[in-house]
Each structure stands twice: as structure tokens, then as C-alpha cells.
């Protein structure tokens, strides 16, 4: 079999979320099943470390799809082209766009739809496509897999899918996460908090992070403080809003705010193994990998209850109201001054982590794909899906 996949992600020193989920995931698949061809399908020139075995072929596409015009000409006529030219049998796309002018059997990967939720959140124009082409991605996909059984629900309530169609294929985390030495956790947080203990939040600064209620948050909890305790926060400010930016600047303690931009990959353990806590209250998740990887540390995480957070934290972490700051206020000083809290939730986080690896990813993947694939081989003449009303609203 030809499987064609979207890899537009696979970007070198700046891999995010869906990123790692691609990368993890089709190492793992590449590697595991010689008998099938990969395409990879990139809209830049690529990392020679993408390509994972010899059965995987490269192939640049125009443009860089980087804007919602740019999505629709890449995947609804370069994509189009490309699967034609190459012949290929299947298409795999991990973040979940797919080109709905061509037959071929194809494999979406929703990672979650906050745009559904919470519109308002995204650029005019980005939220337009979402909400226009998702919904009929979803009915042009063979199979969907999702990384919950939070975002399984909600594709089938949001668009009416069958729930049988859907695989959930949770993520993993890094193996590098691991816990730190005391002499490490020192040296960091002499890099970064000059020498003080910190809470640390990761991930895009974007509003459904929910910075806003963190930042309140935090200032609650500095109220009694008496350890010089600071927040560390990485990620890019790309979605950096005006009122993010307006409960900063009316932070009391925002003195105790440290920004360390995008940290690099070695860097993120020893950040994350030597934190107080995680602090991950957005309101919004399909997954939340973070969580695992702070469970991973064996650092303590404080997380929301909606969602998908409860379902991937279970017992291990404290569940908080993202929407109530004080709520986030009282988790945190209770890790900051409960030894045996913190210990115990080291202790049930390592359990926790061992459920979410991403070996187990991979093959859940795979099976995902097999579903597609078997009635392929079986009926030779049904290659591809046709889907005559795929361009309809």
C-alpha cells in the first residue's frame, strides 16, 4: 500500500503539540511496517531526521500552507495533484485537514474542537475555515482518530459522526522526561528564577490556556507566600491578547512572573522536573500533553476539571475550577506547603504515566489504519472511497 501523509508539522527544532504527535507516531509506524510506502508530504524543504526508514519518500509540495488561503489551495489542489500523481492508496493527515476533491480513502486526526466551543478565541479568518471545513472533513474521513474519549464525544455530538468511525488514540509523552537530581533542579532554578522555587506553566500563550485566571491566580496565592515563589512561563506569545496583556500589567506581583520564551527540548525537562507544580488550568483540551509529562518528572500537577483534563490526570493531580481563581489559589498553596500532598501525587503521577506512552499511540494509530486498509485488500476493485458530494456544504 501507498499511504500518503500530512506532514506540513514535521518542522525542524519547532515541533509543538500535533508536531510531536506526528513525529511519535510515524516513527514508530514507518519503522514497524516495511511492507507499506510512506509518502510524507511537506510544504517546505525537509529534515533529513523526518525521514524515519527507507520505505518513507519525501516529497515538497507549493505553497507553504500557512494561512486558511493557503490551506485550501495546498490540500484542495496541491495535495489533490500529488495523491493522483503518486498513486496512493490512503491518506493519513494528524491535524485533521484533509482535500475533499479527491476519492481516496482518508484518515483525519482531530486532536480536539475548541473552535466549536470557543470561536471567539481565534483570527476571523482562521476560526471561518475551521468552522466551515471540519465539519466536512469529518464526513469526507473513512475513519477518525482522536487523542480522548472527551473529543470522541464531542466530535459525535458536535457533527454527528458515528462514534463507530472514530478510534481514540491518546498520546504519549517523551521518554526523556524523567526526574531530576537535586543538584540539577538547583542549577536550573539558579538559570532561570535566579535560585527560586517556581510554578511553571508550557504551551502557546493562547486564550484557552486561560493565562488570564492564572495570572489572578497567582497573585492570590503570593498574598501569603512567604518562599520568594515565582511563575515560569514558556511558550511563544503568539496569541498574546489584550486582555492577557491587560491582567498582566495588573498583576501586583507580576515581579514574580518570568518569561522564558520557546525553551528547547533539553531544556524542558530539567524545567519541568523542578517545579513546585505544573500549573495546566486551560479551559479547553483534547489531551493535554503536559500533564503527562509533568507526571513523568514526578512533579506535581494542578489541572482543570473540564474537559479532557480529569480523564487524562485521573486521581493523580489536584482538579481545579479554571474559571475561579481562587480555587487555582488554594491548589497551590496546598502544594507549596503540603510535603506529603506533593509526594503523593509523585507517587500516583508515575502510576499515571505508565498508561500513556507513545508505543501504545502507535499501535492504536496503526489499528486505525489497518480498518481502512482490510477491506482494501479484500476487495481490490474498492480502492478509494468515492465521495461524489465531498465539495457540497
Known amino acids: 500500500m501507498k499511504i500518503a501523509v500530512n506532514t506540513r508539522l514535521l518542522i525542524h527544532g519547532r515541533l509543538e503539540g500535533i508536531g510531536w504527535f506526528s513525529y511519535e507516531n510515524l516513527k514508530r509506524i514507518t519503522r514497524s511496517?516495511?511492507?507499506?510506502?510512506?509518502?510524507?508530504?511537506?510544504?517546505?524543504?525537509?529534515?533529513?531526521?523526518?525521514?524515519?526508514?527507507?520505505?518513507?519518500?519525501?516529497?515538497?509540495?507549493?505553497?507553504?500552507?500557512?494561512?486558511?488561503?493557503?490551506?485550501?489551495?495546498?490540500?484542495?489542489?496541491?495535495?489533490?495533484?500529488?495523491?493522483?500523481?503518486?498513486k496512493a492508496d490512503i491518506f493519513l493527515s494528524p491535524d485533521g485537514y484533509l482535500s475533499l476533491g479527491t476519492k481516496i480513502s482518508s484518515i483525519a486526526v482531530f486532536h480536539d474542537l475548541n473552535f466549536e466551543h470557543y470561536p471567539a478565541d481565534l483570527p476571523v479568518t482562521e476560526r471561518f475555515y475551521y468552522r466551515t471545513f471540519f465539519r466536512r472533513y469529518a464526513r469526507k474521513a473513512s475513519r477518525i482518530a482522536?487523542?480522548?474519549?472527551f473529543s470522541k464525544s464531542d466530535i459525535v455530538k458536535q457533527y454527528a459522526v458515528d462514534p463507530k468511525?472514530?478510534?481514540?488514540?491518546?498520546?504519549?509523552?517523551?521518554e526523556s522526561y524523567a526526574p531530576v537530581s537535586a543538584e540539577t533542579s538547583a542549577a536550573t532554578r539558579d538559570r532561570f528564577t535566579g535560585g527560586r522555587p517556581?510554578?511553571?506553566?508550557?504551551?502557546?500563550?493562547?486564550?484557552?490556556?486561560?493565562?488570564?485566571?492564572?495570572?489572578?491566580?497567582?497573585?492570590l496565592f503570593k498574598e501569603t507566600d512567604h518562599?520568594?515563589?515565582?511563575?515560569?512561563?514558556?511558550?511563544?506569545r503568539k496569541w498574546w491578547t489584550g486582555e492577557i496583556a491587560e491582567v498582566y500589567d495588573q498583576m501586583k506581583f507580576r515581579k514574580n512572573v518570568v518569561f522564558a520564551g520557546r525553551l528547547e527540548s533539553g531544556d524542558m525537562r530539567s524545567v519541568m522536573g523542578s517545579a513546585i507544580a505544573l500549573t495546566y488550568v486551560s479551559y479547553f483540551?483534547?489531551?493535554?500533553?503536559?500533564?503527562?509529562?509533568?507526571?513523568?518528572?514526578g512533579t506535581p500537577v494542578i489541572?482543570?476539571?473540564?474537559?479532557?483534563?480529569?480523564?487524562?490526570?485521573?486521581?493523580a493531580a489536584l482538579l481545579v475550577n479554571p474559571f475561579e481563581p481562587a480555587d487555582i489559589a488554594a491548589a497551590m498553596k496546598s502544594i507549596a506547603v503540603n510535603t506529603e500532598l506533593r509526594e503523593l501525587l509523585t507517587t500516583k503521577g508515575g502510576q499515571r504515566a505508565a498508561v500513556f506512552t507513545w508505543d501504545k499511540s502507535a499501535e492504536r494509530l496503526w489499528n486505525c489504519i489497518e480498518q481502512v486498509i482490510k477491506p482494501?485488500?479484500?476487495?481490490p476493485a474498492g480502492q478509494g472511497s468515492p465521495d461524489s458530494q465531498a465539495l457540497q456544504p
Open 33 to 86: 511496517h516495511p511492507e507499506h510506502t510512506f509518502i510524507f508530504i511537506f510544504d517546505r524543504p525537509w529534515h533529513p531526521e523526518f525521514v524515519f526508514s527507507d520505505n518513507v519518500k519525501p516529497v515538497v509540495i507549493w505553497p507553504p500552507a500557512r494561512h486558511p488561503l493557503l490551506y485550501f489551495i495546498w490540500f484542495e489542489i496541491s495535495v489533490r495533484i500529488l495523491l493522483k500523481k503518486e
Open 303 to 315: 489541572t482543570s476539571n473540564v474537559t479532557s483534563m480529569p480523564e487524562i490526570a485521573g486521581d
Open 165 to 174: 468511525k472514530i478510534t481514540v488514540v491518546y498520546n504519549g509523552a517523551n
Open 227 to 236: 518562599n520568594d515563589t515565582v511563575l515560569l512561563i514558556a511558550g511563544a
Open 146 to 149: 482522536t487523542v480522548s474519549e
Open 285 to 297: 483540551e483534547g489531551f493535554g500533553i503536559p500533564i503527562v509529562e509533568a507526571f513523568r518528572c
Open 198 to 219: 517556581y510554578f511553571f506553566f508550557v504551551g502557546a500563550l493562547h486564550p484557552r490556556k486561560n493565562l488570564v485566571n492564572l495570572f489572578r491566580a497567582f497573585d
Open 376 to 379: 482494501m485488500q479484500q476487495s
